[in-house]
T-cell receptor, first 112, second 115 residues
Framework: KQEVTQIPAALSVPEGENLVLNCSFT??????LQWFRQDPGKGLTSLLL?????REQTSGRLNASLDKSSGRSTLYIAASQPGDSATYLC???????????FGKGTRLHILP | DAMVIQNPRYQVTQFGKPVTLSCSQT?????MYWYQQKSSQAPKLLFH???????NEADTPDNFQSRRPNTSFCFLDIRSPGLGDAAMYLC??????????????FGSGTQLSVL
């Protein structure tokens, strides 16, 4: 059974800093891994999708990497802004049954 | 804009009173998912559809049922809600199954309260 762990559970950093969020998963038989953003009381928005054959994806100030063999992914946020405050969740999609399994997320707070 | 729409945004029901949550999509996606998310927890998959092919998770209680009458609509029925069913219910879609580059699109969720 796929287990997804995100570290840290919560993070507060001053505006302007670069930061890294970590995700680990136990089963490497995945199609892809997505990083999502969730604002309080809202649904999830897909930020980046990395296919299993890829090593990284970039979108603006966001860069996600994937090391499938070691079961790890990171989300790098450059020059953080208060608007980046949200919960970030990672979710690998399994090969065998298409299920998308979520971690609990990292609650990020950017201090103005 | 094409989107995933969940109604209602907030739903209050009484203990044991059946409730239905709805999800519609204008994306014409084949796959639809229902997730349950409790406070500070990971979204938990309840079931999903490939077109009309229904896939139930082994640990989804029998109390939870789903219907997908057509491509655009999907419903979550909770037959006898208990206090432990209070949660955010999230509907999501993806265009195709069994491919590596399809993103998941979520609705805004329905926050269910059980009194």
């Amino acid at each position: 059974k796929q287990e997804v762990t995100q570290i840290p559970a919560a993070l507060s950093v001053p505006e302007g800093e670069n930061l890294v969020l970590n995700c680990s998963f136990t089963d490497s038989a995945i199609y892809n891994l997505q990083w999502f953003r969730q604002d309080p009381g809202k649904g999830l928005t897909s930020l980046l999708l990395i296919q299993s054959s890829q090593r990284e994806q970039t979108s603006g100030r966001l860069n996600a990497s994937l090391d499938k063999s070691s079961g790890r992914s990171t989300l790098y946020i450059a020059a953080s802004q208060p608007g980046d405050s949200a919960t970030y969740l990672c979710a690998p999609q399994m090969n065998r049954d298409d299920k998308i399994i979520f971690g609990k997320g990292t609650r990020l707070h950017i201090l103005p | 804009d094409a989107m995933v729409i969940q109604n209602p945004r907030y739903q209050v029901t009484q203990f044991g009173k059946p409730v239905t949550l709805s999800c519609s999509q204008t994306l014409n996606h084949n796959v639809m998912y229902w997730y349950q998310q409790k406070s500070s927890q990971a979204p938990k998959l309840l079931f999903h559809y490939y077109d009309k092919d229904f896939n139930n998770e082994a640990d989804t209680p029998d109390n939870f049922q789903s219907r997908r009458p057509n491509t655009s609509f999907c419903f979550l029925d909770i037959r006898s809600p208990g206090l432990g069913d209070a949660a955010m219910y999230l509907c999501a879609t993806s265009r195709r199954a069994r491919v590596s580059n399809e993103k998941l699109f979520f609705g805004s969720g329905t926050q269910l309260s059980v009194l």
